[in-house]
């Protein structure tokens, strides 16, 4: 399918380019989301300070907003970093961890959207629901929502914002406008490790900030984190578990290629 | 025993309940606590703002404060969050990190008992005599205090403040008024890798957060830790270290059944 | 070499001593630092709030000023802590991470040189160029700057602020007026893993509380560093990455031993 050979050749692209991602994200998983955007080759820098964060996005190839644990000084910080990377024109990946869940998270979530205008929306099919304005359960900042009416909700949001939308659950959704694919790789042993969420939005903007095409970056990152997650577990012996699976998780992100995106990438049109 | 039964139930209870676990605790140890949680079948929420916390904790099973790493904004977030949590009955589990090290955090100690109340206290002998008014020498927060006379001071202090409190220890004590238990697992190298006493908090707030019985699930979470300790350290290899223990931990708490603990358990009446 | 004799017998201070050493630091690699503190030996505490720093410096043995992240709270921290420690004459290890890329960061650095007066300055050649008035070409928080020159600067500077200068790359430069050597241990992978700079930091302030002779602590830290990823990196079997590394780095610096040291110290005078 033509979309995977895309997918593939941003992997090259990311290589060659090794993006500035610029986060500003939540302090539970900002570890693994740094050493995620390095494991497959961008470069990440973390700054959140409303005094230096117009600066530091100038140097960046895409922008992270993850609401994981935000504050009132992080959302000021959130909003000014926003518009400054929408004036550049780079990629800004939006991450609306736990939407829904409270009013505060709501409101800075239509805030990012109506003020700065994210580029790609990452999350999963509660959060999506929320933002689409329909009802969906929220339990914390798990996501309970069933998966059916995904395609339909995801275009929906996708043309109202004007933006890739990619929901991320058993079956991955990404759309653009009417443009739809599915993504079929990942282990529900990813939902066992917190920030696999997370790292995969920073991924996203990994592969956005070295692609002109987002919705291909979408993808991108979205099918190598549910690649590597096949990979590790897989890898899996008897008597290794969640603790074993984090770290192999990383090789196998290390290790991709774009000759494992071709061969074990399963992706179809929506 | 009867206790060892008890315990092992009530990691049955804790993985059919999937219990919701707010925390606001320190920003070092805090991926740490995401995943043990998660790791041992419960739902990390992690939010600090004092806009939203109120509402986040109105999901939530069970309620953490630690204060590892407190600063103004994070302590009058404990303060609100606890106190709505008393409300709703949940468990409360305090950490005193630290406690005796400074003014600051024993004066927060002492506002987090007296405003929100909590339910089980769980940290080393040095905080829990500095928290029972008597001697204790403090090194940063490291405990450095013997263990004599721990059982005395862990009665002492839970009829004083109606809590259950857990002291851990090379011999961990758990007291309820005058209902005591020791636990003999674990391994010293526990007391090497940062955060295995924030992780034995977030567990005990996780079986608190599925079961009734506090004393036990104080028990619980301290006696897994322990066991999932003893787990890793007796699978290391040659030239493997503190590295390969540490994620050898949370695949031990992962493969945790209840028939282990009932096996592995070493408990006796204080 | 009587160095490598003097980094060997350091190593064998700091097990003995097990120095409390202070942090301020950035939230992304504060576990990895405080982790690493443990693994060497030392004993790490955390602590960032202006009401308690200066107390809590008050047990330390090393201060370590790292501004990976840094906001408006916690430079007023640094400042303060930094003074206190200063009193003391407890050694203060500055990590100026990102110098150079923001207005805030280069004036937060100037404002800790000039109020403060660190012993110890750890940083990347662009940094540590920038702190020395230099031009270097700064991309978000990594090194890009060669490394000609390295030593003239390290004079300069180490000669300017009256400190021990560590710049790490693919040979570190230690420096101390005109006392200068060179370490020629490490591994470019040690790049791949965020936080490895900041552990590097952290490794001095842990050998520095332990001995008298800064310039031999600063020597240690990056040596063991560099060594540790060397046996990381050799152990790496088909099929393992980063993952893997970052778990077997820790291992090393665990089974680091004054032996270890002499056998595969490389080291020479500048």
């Not at 995620?36 to 990440?44: K, V």
């Given at each position: 399918m033509e979309i995977l050979q895309k997918i593939s050749d941003s992997l090259i692209a990311l290589k060659n380019k090794k993006p500035l991602v610029h986060h500003i994200t939540n302090y539970v998983t900002v570890n693994d989301c740094a050493n995620?955007?390095?494991?497959?080759?961008?470069?990440?820098v973390m700054a959140d300070d409303i005094g230096e964060v117009d600066e530091m996005v100038s140097f960046a190839s895409s922008l992270v907003l993850n609401i994981g644990t935000l504050n009132s000084r992080s959302i000021e910080s959130m909003l000014a970093v926003g518009k400054k990377a929408r004036e550049r024109g780079i990629p800004i990946v939006f991450d609306p961890v736990g939407v829904g869940a409270t009013s505060l998270r709501t409101a800075t979530a239509k805030r990012i959207i109506e003020e700065v205008g994210p580029s790609v929306i990452r999350g999963n099919m509660s959060e999506i629901k929320i933002l689409a304005g329909l009802d969906a359960q929220i339990k914390g900042v798990d996501s309970t929502a069933d998966e059916e009416d995904g395609i339909r909700v995801a275009k929906?949001?996708?043309?109202?914002?004007?933006?890739?939308?990619?929901?991320?659950?058993k079956q991955d959704i990404i759309a653009k406008g009417d443009q739809v694919c599915l993504i079929d790789n990942g282990h529900p042993i990813l939902s066992q490790v917190t920030g696999t969420g997370c790292m995969a939005t920073s991924l996203v903007a990994s592969f956005c900030g070295a692609n002109e095409d987002w919705f291909v970056g979408a993808a991108a990152g979205i099918m190598t984190m549910g690649l590597a997650g096949e990979l590790a577990q897989q890898s899996l012996q008897a008597?290794?578990?969640?603790?074993?699976?984090?770290m192999r998780l990383f090789d196998a992100v290390w290790t991709m290629t774009p000759e494992l995106i071709?061969?074990?990438?399963?992706?179809?049109?929506?």
């Open positions: 995620i955007t390095l494991t497959i080759g961008a470069s990440p929906i949001l996708s043309k109202k914002l004007n933006c890739v939308i990619a929901i991320t659950g008597g290794e578990g969640i603790g074993t699976f984090r071709k061969e074990g990438g399963i992706i179809s049109n929506g």
